[in-house]
């Protein structure tokens, strides 16, 4: 991102600062956490105490002035990331960083997560609308101490507007993009039809159609279209932490049946981009009602996961295939006109002006619509058939945040259920347990009901015959209670059985850590044992992948054509799949792995399509490959005489020794997974100035792979190094929830002079926990009065 040019004079200007005493005075940014600030707003006295981590215990006598304080807190350590998040979802990056994200912006702009938040906004209930603007008053006391600003300000040279209802809002939007898309797979099917077929893409891709019209109307797709439009989300992806395959999530409830207490315990762990600051923000409110503890959204009021003092409840991603493409028929005569059953319409249109950092003038953007949606084909250049999008978040009476704060406050299973009917999107598996003994799950959103088709491909949209007619009534969506099994456990596998009589999604992730999680809780409970505390972290960092029991078999099975190959196999032999930071057996396999997928479609998938490919589909037509021999994809039609599968194994196994040699040297001995295997802490923008970046960015070595509960995709484009990660972790003791524990990635603070910056990082990759303290007798540390003027 060529958003800093001059990035080694401005890192001259620091040292210059440093020296001459602008340390001291970047120090002042830090938070004051000790004393007494008298600020307008509130009702009455705020007490926070934070503790040796730097975790805050707001305990307020209204609810309004425990979220008030809430957004003092959040501005306190993390302004800078919520001044980036509004500008994200604002797209208003141009305006601070120059031209090099105006792309992102005219996207931003076309999709209008901005406008549609203001539009979510007046679909909200007074309650939840007076919630946000405590939330947001005390962000905005905060802001108007004139504190010293964090680093970044400085750097890029500007100052925080004063923040609002919509700035909070849109980044609920934005976490929807995060969690909930799935066009970039119609693109992605598009695509290898093109170069394969829809018979073979329906083998790399499931759920890919063989309706004869569907197939034609993707015809209509522009090639360059789609690849554009591929380039800005892998740009949403890579720079900005938005979406990816690898996002997703593991969380299990298990009941006092199978427990050491009696009463149930609750595990969750979410698993996001990874990036410093962390996305979450732990926290302890308590007001007048409300009393949570858990983990907050930085720019939000409310904890999408935690406890209070009845329930407790944790989320993983249900992936609903909520997003379609359709293909627009134009007016050659009006360009701002489409059709519509045979009828010319006006479309939508909002003029939306971009400033640019170093110009003058604003650009003006149109961002058009039609009924379906934004004209996302807007940003690629002209389109013949312009492709616009359709999605739920978009929606104007989206009240998904008005769910949230209503299941913050809930008691029972009923009040839990009546707010997740309030719930739009990001669909979520949402699990259940109460101080009463009662487990449960359910999966809220709206998740649309086609007339035809499944949504896995772009659809002609000048008719009604692709058209959403309703969504999946919210009784008939995926739930149980109190299950027989005694525990449920969900990781983005497949939620429904084969003869559930709605369409949810093509693209469910492989079961391999949903099984490997069942299989724990069930040799922890078997022979009469139960299940502790304890016991549940320790599924959490579980790292063993149970792929291997699919794939590994064949590379064990190979005939070594060199020493080299006999010492990298010799390894693997007996090795059970366990991927620790300092397995050599992990280094060889995930290599193999990476290369064994190449070698199998590099002669289909060329270029940029291979990358495409493997960033947004999981491999999992590796497995029938495994299965078969002479399946044809192990043949390499460019080459004579025809391969087989265990060639093609053998072929991958060589480049993947080169490749390990080439990272790690010739001795096999220090191949240690951990040596290639990095967590990446980006931080947004500046790990994308080298000059810049070793102030910021953090990594540390790693074990666990794509599939491990303790989840550690590796990005094969990138050196084996890892982007998302388990951002949170908690383990819910409904009997005492003393016992109850919970991390974060990085650490607190937002503020790189912050001792609270990075010091979590070690603790999570160790899988170590944090008390969830909860009640202020417990809470210990600074304590900052706040005292209303």
């Not at 307008?40 to 975790?55: C, N, Y």
């Not at 406008?115 to 007076?130: H, N, V």
């Not at 979410?270 to 409300?290: F, M, N, T």
Request: with cysteine; hydrophobic share 40%; proline share 6%.
């Amino acid at each position: 991102m060529r958003m800093v040019r001059n990035g080694l004079f401005v890192l001259g200007l620091i040292l210059v600062l440093v020296f001459s005493g602008g340390f001291f005075y970047l120090r002042s940014s830090l938070p004051k956490t000790e004393g007494t600030e008298v600020i307008a707003g509130l009702d009455g006295q705020v007490e926070i105490v934070r503790d040796a981590d730097g975790v805050p215990h707001i305990f307020a006598a209204t609810d309004h002035d425990a979220l008030f304080a809430l957004g003092y807190v959040h501005a306190q350590d993390r302004m800078w990331q919520m001044e980036f998040q509004r500008r994200v979802g604002a797209g208003r990056l141009s305006e601070v960083l120059g031209d090099a994200t105006l792309d992102t912006d005219k996207f931003i702009r076309t999709m209008g997560f901005y406008r549609s938040a203001k539009e979510a906004w007046d679909a909200l209930d007074d309650s939840t609308q007076q919630s946000l603007q405590a939330y947001v008053d005390g962000v905005n006391a905060w802001i108007d101490e004139k504190h010293t600003l964090p680093p970044e300000f400085l750097i890029l040279g500007f100052k925080p507007e004063p923040w609002t209802v919509y700035d909070s809002m849109v980044w609920a939007k934005m976490m929807s993009w995060d969690l909930g898309g799935n066009y970039d797979k119609e693109l992605l099917r598009v695509k290898v039809a093109q170069a394969v077929g829809a018979t073979r893409a329906a083998e790399l891709i499931p759920g890919y159609p063989t309706d004869g019209t569907t197939i034609l109307a993707s015809n209509y797709l522009a090639p360059d279209v789609a690849s554009n439009l591929l380039n800005i989300d892998n740009t949403l992806q890579t720079q900005f932490n938005l979406g990816g395959l690898d996002v997703g999530s593991n969380d299990w409830v298990v009941s006092g049946d199978l427990t050491d207490t009696g009463l149930p315990s609750l595990a969750n762990d979410p698993h996001l981009g990874a990036r410093i600051p962390s996305i979450w923000y732990l926290v302890e409110l308590q007001g007048d009602k409300l009393h949570t503890v858990g983990a907050s959204f930085p720019g939000l009021p409310f904890l999408p996961i935690g406890h209070n003092e009845n329930i407790a409840w944790g989320v993983t991603n249900l992936g609903p295939d909520v997003q379609d493409l359709y293909l627009e028929k134009i007016n050659p005569e009006n360009l701002n006109q489409y059709e519509v059953n045979g009828e010319w319409v006006d479309m939508t249109i909002v003029e939306e002006p971009i400033f640019v950092k170093g110009k003058d003038e604003p650009i003006l953007w149109a961002a058009r619509s039609t009924r379906h949606g934004p004209l996302i084909s807007d940003v690629s250049g002209s389109a013949p058939f312009p492709v616009a999008m359709q999605w739920t978040a978009l929606d104007s009476n989206d009240t998904t945040v008005e769910a949230y704060m209503q299941l913050n406050y809930a008691t029972n299973w009923d009040e839990f259920t009546t707010a997740l009917k309030k719930y739009v999107a990001p669909s979520q598996n949402f699990v259940f347990a109460d101080k009463a003994g009662n487990i449960g799950y359910y999966a809220p959103g709206r998740i649309p009901i086609r007339s035809q088709g499944d949504g896995s491909v772009p659809v002609p949209g000048w008719t009604d015959v692709y058209r959403w007619t309703g969504w999946i009534p919210f009784e008939d969506l995926p739930n149980v209670y109190n299950p027989e099994s005694g525990f449920v456990a969900t990781a983005n596998n497949r939620s429904v059985p084969d003869d559930y009589p709605y369409f949810i999604t093509n693209d469910w992730t492989p079961p391999y850590r949903a099984e490997r999680i069942t299989e724990l809780i069930k040799e922890m409970s078997s022979n009469g044992e139960k299940i502790s505390v304890a016991d549940m972290a320790a599924i959490q960092a579980d790292q063993l992948s149970t792929e291997t029991r699919d794939l590994l078999p064949l590379l064990q099975s190979l005939t070594p054509a060199d020493e080299r190959q006999t010492k990298a196999l010799e390894y693997l032999q007996n090795w059970d799949g366990s991927t620790a930071v300092d397995s050599i057996a992990t280094s060889i396999y995930e290599a193999w792995m990476m290369e064994f997928e190449q070698v199998l479609l590099e002669d289909d998938l060329s270029g940029k399509l291979y990358d495409d490919f493997v960033m947004r589909q999981h491999p999992v037509f590796l497995k029938n490959v495994v299965n078969d021999p002479n399946n044809t994809w192990c043949d390499n039609f460019l080459t004579t005489p025809t391969e087989t599968c265990n060639d093609a194994a053998g072929e991958a196994l060589d480049r993947a020794l080169d490749l390990l040699t080439e990272k790690m040297g010739k001795n096999m001995k220090k191949w240690a997974w951990g040596n290639i295997h990095k967590t990446q802490y980006p931080h947004n923008p500046f790990s994308e100035v080298p000059a810049l970046k070793r102030f910021f960015h953090r990594e540390i070595a790693n074990g666990g792979d794509k599939y491990t509960v303790n989840v550690a995709p590796p990005r094969y484009n990138d050196a084996f190094n890892q982007y998302h990660v388990p951002s949170y972790r908690h383990v819910v003791d409904m009997s005492n929830f003393d016992n109850s524990i919970f991390m974060h990635t990085t650490g607190q603070s937002g503020n790189v002079l912050s001792p609270h910056y990075d010091d979590l990082i070690e603790r999570h990759q160790k899988v170590e926990y944090l008390p969830m303290t909860f009640g202020r007798e417990k809470a210990t540390g600074s304590v900052l009065i706040l005292r209303p003027k």
